[in-house]
């Protein structure tokens, strides 16, 4: 037993997928097990003091709420971005938590390894992971551990943390390095990802059951711009790259255009969000 953050995630729509047929669900679960094997996410996940997985979820803990929030972070970005040219990708949400965690061992294998999690903080992350119905790959977190982490790293949390509509929920703008120093040299990356997300929007965004998911995505996108704009204008970040080209009004304008079944007020609220960039 001890005190740790877990930080849980699955795979977006994977329960629709499941519901379906079999195969599609197969296709997808062997695509996140291909991905989290790859060595640069291997070596990512290994940094975590322990890892579990059970058909698309994933749980990891780690004694340090900061730590895991800046490993979260990387570990579905980096996800995000190895998806960047598939025809069909593979997007994640997830939650933190942090609180008692007991590690224990597999009900029917005879080691005395650990392989399962039990305590508040793993109903507290996946509660928060698809219990609130909150759409889009999110990494969502408590107001109390928010807390915790800004006691601990301020700036961190000032860069990084955002409010969500559901009163006591944050999620995390993880499109963002942990650093405001990193944006420059992540900006290639940002941007790839920025394109993904509206490709996504085109294609998708306007699906009367998912869609949701992929118009929560470009939202997210242009909340994190957002907040790059706040810390240039503070100077915390010099020099100031050029966030009107990291997602453009005529790009967004361009998908609204050639994309039905987009809420009147979702384009409104998109439209009002980038078109402020840069200015």
């Known amino acids: 037993m001890g005190y740790e953050t877990v930080f849980y995630f699955d795979v977006l729509g994977f329960r629709h997928l499941a519901s379906g047929t079999a195969g599609a669900a197969l296709d997808v679960f062997g695509t996140l097990t291909e991905l989290l094997q790859r060595p640069t996410m ?3 996940t290994q940094q975590w003091s322990h890892r579990y997985s059970l058909s698309d979820s994933v749980f990891l803990t780690h004694p340090d709420p900061v730590f895991a929030l ?3 972070r990387e570990l579905v970005f980096n996800l995000v971005r190895l998806n960047v040219t598939r025809a069909e990708p593979v997007l994640v949400r997830g939650a933190l938590a942090c609180g ?3 590690h224990v061992k597999g009900i029917f294998l005879t080691s005395n390894e650990p392989a399962n999690l039990v305590g508040e903080p793993v109903v507290e992350a996946v509660m928060l992971e698809h219990g609130l119905g909150l759409k ?5 977190l408590s107001e109390e551990l928010v807390q915790t982490i800004t006691a601990a790293d301020r700036l961190l949390a000032e860069w ?3 409010p969500t509509s559901m009163p006591g929920v944050w999620e995390v703008l993880w499109l963002l390095p942990s650093s405001p120093t990193e944006f ?3 900006e290639p990356a940002i941007r790839d990802v920025c394109r993904l997300a509206l490709s996504l929007l085109k294609t998708r965004g306007g699906h009367p059951e998912y869609g949701a998911q992929y118009r929560a995505f470009v939202i997210l996108a242009a909340r994190c711009i957002e907040r790059v704009e706040k810390f240039v204008h503070s100077g915390k970040i ?7 080209t990291l997602m453009t009004t005529a790009a967004i304008a ?3 255009d050639a994309t039905s079944g987009l809420p009147d007020e979702y384009v409104t609220e998109l439209l009002r969000v980038v078109d402020s960039l840069g200015r």
């Open 160 to 162: 990084q943390l955002r």
């Open 136 to 140: 889009g790959p999110r990494i969502l």
């Open 100 to 102: 008692e965690i007991h």
């Open 254 to 256: 361009e998908v609204c």
């Open 238 to 244: 010099a020099p100031p790259p050029a966030l009107s």
């Open 70 to 72: 800046k490993q979260a």
């Open 42 to 44: 291997v070596q990512q």
């Open 184 to 186: 420059l040299h992540e």
